[in-house]
Structures are given as structure tokens and as C-alpha cells.
């Protein structure tokens, strides 16, 4: 039967096209709040109330997926924000099969980008057809009438059927909070787009009366509650108080529990129930043994739901325990079993994000989606008070057939036209394979395939060629044949030969790019700037000026120091080299060499000829 007071929304769209700003706008226009109590939930200058994650807010990214409930008249509407970026298409991958329809959002001056085609690729998959939102349209440089044709070319592309690529189309601008469906009509308020809620997004097809069946979707922590697990129900009901039996994704194994208690989704918050029907989205309390994929059953009847697919990872760093001279100085340095449970935790919810033992025991091999995708983490454990050291980052290579394969990159770049020859120059002389141009009026927008360990790196020296105006955008694209090795660090760099601090008078010679500052502490190994020739320079960067009663020409005149570069974390793992380790503190990023001492890395050389 249907279950027509009920629907299941996704909103998905390329990162920064204004998913969350768009839901936001029909939170705010639902009527189910008071204007005071959104600008309270907004708080502070962020202006967003689902980016609730402070990495979120501070980013300016979707990181987690998050449920809301609003009404339209007498249909319940749960509302799903998924992240926009590939690396969190972990994320995307299982929310999608909560939902019955999408929106998917792309802006009217950029048009369809990689993540568009990741997003929508995943909506057919899951057997969504989407509403497509031209969003943005207020824009000066919107084009409108192209980027309807593109997404219809996108559609096509894509294998979409005739029904299917004869979309729904909606033309919004989520900061004014308007829509409409015909442009040569004023938009005033977003009823276009909740009738388009109940007029296209199919009604959920379910057996109330079948065996209960639920598949965990996410989880999440409560301090009071515990473990909370939020999914779909697909059959039967789930009530308060209720025995079930639980079914593991994993291997399959069935084991009895209790439902403490249910909760669906109400506006932002969660309120508790006596029970919940099939064809909606609920969160349950006391099965603190379920993990993502898990199938809730009805306690005699247990029957697994199809497990959830996703992608596999395709970039893998080494994490291991912070043994600098600096340990423990700026937070807790975690220990190589506190490290494996740290991980542990994170594999319960993270999905896409897989842990293996390292060559050493305080080792572990981390791979997930993207830079993005472990940078987040990291920035996590960091906020945490925790300190831990990581390795080079280096793409997972595979074997298919008997050959080599590398995953290779759908890369978009945004780029004013008098630097378009910087940018075909680094992307070419990385294996890239210019695909496409088209020129937006003085914006070039340049489409290159190339192997994912080239844009290791890339952002970094396309930023520096570009006076920081190019947009890079990159997708997964498919598995091809290995070519030759990346292009690595052009340049060597300076490394402390003392641990002690850095004072004006030792740097003051210097050439190259420093990144330290006098007065800042160093230790011995520390990589504390970059210089112009092709090896590794060892510098006494803490040295006093010494005292003399004698004067000279010039000898107090006063060093000239320029700024330190400061680098954030992904920047920072995309610099070092492969015999290098980024150490990462509440307080700060240092980068150093693996092995400190200039005669142990000598000795290394040596036996590795």
C-alpha cells in the first residue's frame, strides 16, 4: 500500500552549489518555527542551521548527512542534506536508499561539475528519479537556458530512459528564499518547490503488515542514551519495548535484543514515540550492538535486508604514534593501542574508511575516499586533545587481469583566461588528458582525466601559479593502466640541525620560503622551509648572534625577515615526501623527516643503494 502522508527527500548537489543554504530557506518557510528560534539554532555569523559540525561551519562544507522533519499540510516530509563533496560519498551512498526521491542542485552559472555527475549517478542507482533545482538563478553571469541542457545532456549521458530524463525542473535562489517553475512568473516564496515535494516525489510503497524489518542507515552517540541507530523501516512497525532480533551485515549473524526506545524525527530534534510505521525514518535506542548495514527483524522472523554497497577507497595514509622530541608537549600522545581504538570508533560510522596493521606495531593503515575525507578525521582526533603523526599520502593501486590499474580522476578547473597556459602546463606535465574547454566569459572552465597521485600536490602549486584565483573540482572517474611515476617536490628543503629556538639572526641569510618564525621552538629533523635546489639542506637555524665589544660596518643593521608560510593540514600532507611525517598537535602542524638525525638518514641512504 501507499502511505500517502508520508515522503522521503534527499537533497543532493555538487559541493557549494547551496544545498544546505536552499534547506535552511524551507525550514524557515515550513511555519513550524518562530523566527527567534532559528536565528537561536543559527547562532553566531554562519547563518546555517543544519551545518551544525563545527569543521562544517569553519569549512563552509557538508561533512555529515542530517535528518530533519517538517510538514506540508498533512504529509510529513523527512528531509535529507547530504554532503556535496566526493570524499564524503560514503555519506551519500547509504542515505540515498532512506529516500524516495531527490533534488538535485546545480548552480546556474557553473553548471553540472564532477560531484553533479557522482550524486545523480548514485540517485539512478538507487532508483530515485530526481527533481532537478537550477539554483542561483539571481546571479549575474547565470545561464539559465545552457545549464537546463546540460543537465539534460547529463541525464542522457548517464543512461536515464525517457521518462526519467523528462525531469521535473525547478529555478530557485536559495539565499533569497524564492522559486518557481516558470521564469517569465515573479518568484515569491518556495511553494513551488514543497509542491513539487508532493506532487513528485513518489508516496513510499510498503507492507505494514509484512515482518519488521529496519536497515541502520547511521549512528549516532548520545551520553545519556548511548548508541542510537537512525534508519528506514521498510516493513511492519517498531515499537517501544519491542524484542528483535538483529541481523549482521558483516557475516550474517543473528543476535536478540530490545528496542528501549523510538524516536522520529521531528523539525531538528528527535521526540519520542510509541511506534513507527514502515515507509519512514526513525532513530532506536538500546541495540548498542548494531552497526551500519544491520538489519532490525522481527524477533522470530529474522530476514536480512540487500546490504549496502560502497565504493572503495582509493587513497591510504600511514598513522602511527607521535615520537617527536615535541610528544606530548601541546596535547596527549596517543599510544599505539589507544590509536587502534580511536580508529576502531571511527570505522562504527565513518563507512567508506577502511584500518589495516602497519609494518610496526604502532603503525596502522588508514585508506579512505579522499584527502578531504582523512584530512576531517584528523582535524577530529586534533580537537580531541590527541596527537598523532602521519605519512605521505599515496594512492591505492589495483590489479586487474594481470596489470597494474591506478584510479584516475575526472578534474574540473575554474581559471581566469590570462592563466589558462599555468594551468594546461601543470595538469599535462602531471599525465593529465585535456578533455574539454568552454569559456565563460573571462572565466576558462578547462576538463582534464588524470591518475588520482598526480593531484597530490596539485591544489597547492596551481594556487601559488594562480595568485590563488583557480577552483579545482575532481571526481573518480575509473581504474586504467599505471603510467610512470608523479612528479614529486620540485625543490629541497631546510631542516633544523638544533632543537632549540629559532632566532632572527641564523635565519636572516636564508633564501627560499621559510615556515617558522623567530621565536617559534624547532627540534632536530624539522623541516623549517624550502629552498631553490633539488636536495635537503641541514641549516643551524637556532644560532645567537655573538656578543663583542668590537664594531663594524653593517654588523647591526637589523634582519630582514619575510613572513612565514603557514600550511593548513591538507596542505601540509600533499608538500611532505614519502621519508617525511606531518605531526599533527592540538596546537599546531610540524612537518619533520622520519628519521631525525642527519647520520641515521645518511646510514639509510646508504643500505637502500
Not at 511553494?191 to 508516496?203: E, Q, Y
Not at 549516532?220 to 516493513?235: L, T
Not at 586533545?385 to 586487474?400: C, L, Q, T, W
Amino acid at each position: 500500500m501507499k502511505r500517502n502522508d508520508i515522503r522521503n527527500v534527499a537533497v543532493i548537489a555538487h559541493v557549494d552549489h547551496g544545498k544546505t543554504t536552499l534547506v535552511d530557506q524551507m525550514l524557515r518557510q515550513s511555519g513550524l518555527f518562530r523566527s527567534e528560534e532559528l536565528d537561536k539554532l543559527v547562532g553566531g555569523q554562519h547563518g546555517l542551521i543544519m551545518d551544525s559540525n563545527d569543521q562544517e561551519r569553519e569549512r563552509g562544507i557538508t561533512i555529515l548527512a542530517k535528518n530533519c522533519g517538517i510538514r506540508i499540510g498533512d504529509v510529513k516530509v523527512n528531509l535529507v542534506d547530504t554532503p556535496g563533496h566526493a570524499d564524503f560519498g560514503g555519506e551519500v551512498e547509504r542515505i540515498l536508499k532512506m529516500a524516495d526521491g531527490a533534488f538535485v542542485l546545480v548552480d546556474s552559472a557553473e553548471g553540472p561539475l564532477p560531484q553533479t555527475r557522482f550524486v545523480l549517478k548514485k540517485a539512478f542507482a538507487a532508483g530515485l528519479k530526481p527533481i532537478v533545482i537550477i539554483n542561483k538563478i539571481d546571479r549575474p553571469d547565470a545561464r539559465i537556458t545552457d545549464v537546463h541542457a546540460l543537465m539534460f545532456d547529463l541525464f542522457i549521458e548517464l543512461g536515464a530512459d525517457d521518462d526519467t530524463a523528462s525531469f521535473p525542473i525547478i529555478y530557485a535562489s536559495g539565499r533569497a528564499g524564492i522559486a518557481t517553475t516558470d521564469m517569465n512568473v515573479e518568484p515569491k516564496d518556495l511553494s513551488p518547490l514543497f509542491d513539487a515535494i508532493l506532487n513528485n516525489v513518489p508516496a513510499p510503497d510498503v507492507d505494514q503488515e509484512a515482518p519488521l524489518q529496519m536497515q541502520v542507515m547511521a549512528l549516532q552517540y548520545d551520553e545519556f542514551k548511548g548508541k542510537i541507530a537512525i534508519g528506514r523501516v521498510f516493513a511492519g512497525k517498531i515499537r517501544k519495548n519491542q524484542k528483535v532480533s538483529v541481523v549482521k551485515q558483516k557475516d550474517g549473524t543473528v543476535f536478540p535484543d530490545t528496542i528501549v526506545q523510538v524516536l522520529e524525527f521531528d523539525r531538528l530534534a528527535k521526540r519520542e514515540v510509541e511506534e513507527v510505521r514502515a515507509g519512514d525514518i526513525c532513530a532506536v535506542v538500546g541495540i548498542d550492538d548494531a552497526d551500519i548495514g544491520d538489519t532490525i527483524c522481527e524477533f522470530d522472523k529474522p530476514k536480512a535486508l540487500p546490504p549496502l554497497t560502497i565504493d572503495e577507497p582509493t587513497l591510504d595514509m600511514v598513522f602511527r604514534v607521535n615520537d617527536s622530541p615535541f610528544a606530548s608537549r601541546d596535547g596527549k600522545p596517543l599510544t599505539s593501542r589507544e590509536l587502534r581504538d580511536r580508529l576502531e570508533k571511527e570505522l562504527q560510522h565513518n563507512v567508506a574508511l577502511r584500518v589495516a596493521p602497519g609494518e610496526r606495531e604502532s603503525e596502522f593503515i588508514v585508506s579512505g575516499r579522499g584527502l578531504l575525507h582523512l584530512g576531517v578525521l584528523l582535524e577530529t582526533m586534533r580537537r580531541e586533545g590527541s596527537e598523532v603523526a602521519v605519512g605521505k599520502p599515496r594512492v591505492i593501486m589495483k590489479e586487474i587481469d594481470g596489470q597494474k590499474m591506478e584510479p584516475y580522476e575526472h578534474l574540473v578547473v575554474e581559471v581566469p583566461a590570462e592563466h589558462q597556459n599555468s594551468i594546461m602546463r601543470l595538469v599535462l606535465e602531471r599525465s593529465g588528458e585535456f578533455q574539454r574547454m568552454e569559456t565563460h566569459g573571462n572565466t576558462m572552465q578547462v576538463e582534464f582525466h588524470i591518475p588520482a597521485r598526480s593531484l597530490i600536490g596539485l591544489r597547492t602549486r596551481m594556487l601559488t601559479a594562480t595568485q590563488g584565483t583557480a577552483i579545482m573540482h575532481h571526481n573518480f572517474l575509473d581504474y586504467r593502466p599505471a603510467k610512470g611515476a608523479a612528479p614529486g617536490r620540485a625543490t629541497g628543503v631546510y631542516l633544523s640541525k638544533n632543537t632549540a629556538k629559532i632566532t632572527a639572526y641564523a635565519v636572516d641569510g636564508l633564501s627560499g620560503t621559510l615556515f617558522v618564525s623567530p621565536g617559534d621552538e624547532v627540534y632536530e629533523g624539522q623541516i623549517v622551509g624550502e629552498h631553490g635546489r633539488d636536495n635537503d639542506l641541514v641549516v643551524n637555524v637556532t644560532e645567537m648572534k655573538p656578543l663583542t665589544n668590537m664594531r663594524a660596518s653593517g654588523s647591526d643593521a637589523k634582519a630582514s625577515i619575510k613572513p612565514a608560510v603557514n600550511f593548513s593540514m591538507e596542505m601540509a600532507l600533499e608538500y611532505i615526501e614519502d621519508d617525511e611525517l606531518v605531526e599533527i598537535t592540538p596546537a599546531g602542524i610540524r612537518m619533520r623527516k622520519i628519521l631525525l638525525k642527519e647520520g641515521d638518514r645518511k646510514r639509510s641512504g646508504r643500505q637502500n643503494k
